[in-house]
Nanobody, 114 residues
Framework: QVRLVESGGGLVQPGGSLRLSCAAS????????MGWYRQAPGKQRESVAT???????TYADSVKGRFTISRDNAKNTVYLQMNSLKPEDTAVYYC????????WGQGTQVTVSS
């Protein structure tokens, strides 16, 4: 089973930026669309951004214009650049395929607070 490891989270002030990384234990990105998801306390996990095998990206309305998803197939890593962060972006962030068929990793905590 492929293992996903998210990193790059932390505490940031409103308006700040973070870059999240998701490393896969083996090469999967060339055959799977990938996505970033987040789960805030008391809420269900939601999709934030996706990137297809062809590089097409989609974003949740709440993050459009602020977040950018990208991937490096050679490094088996998908990224999420997050700019202009807001307190409502506070959540644990996870990656998975667009089918969500891999075991979820531990996620990385993002806290936006002054």
């Amino acid at each position: 089973q492929v293992r996903l490891v998210e990193s790059g989270g932390g505490l940031v002030q409103p308006g700040g930026s973070l870059r999240l990384s998701c490393a896969a234990s083996r090469s999967i990105f060339s055959v799977n669309g990938m996505g970033w998801y987040r789960q805030a306390p008391g809420k269900q996990r939601e999709s934030v951004a996706t990137i297809s095998t062809g590089g097409r990206t989609t974003y949740a309305d709440s993050v459009k214009g602020r977040f950018t998803i990208s991937r490096d197939n050679a490094k088996n890593t998908v990224y999420l650049q997050m700019n202009s962060l807001k307190p409502e972006d506070t959540a644990v962030y996870y990656c998975n395929t667009v089918l969500k068929h891999l075991n979820w990793g531990q996620g990385t905590q993002v806290t936006v607070s002054s």
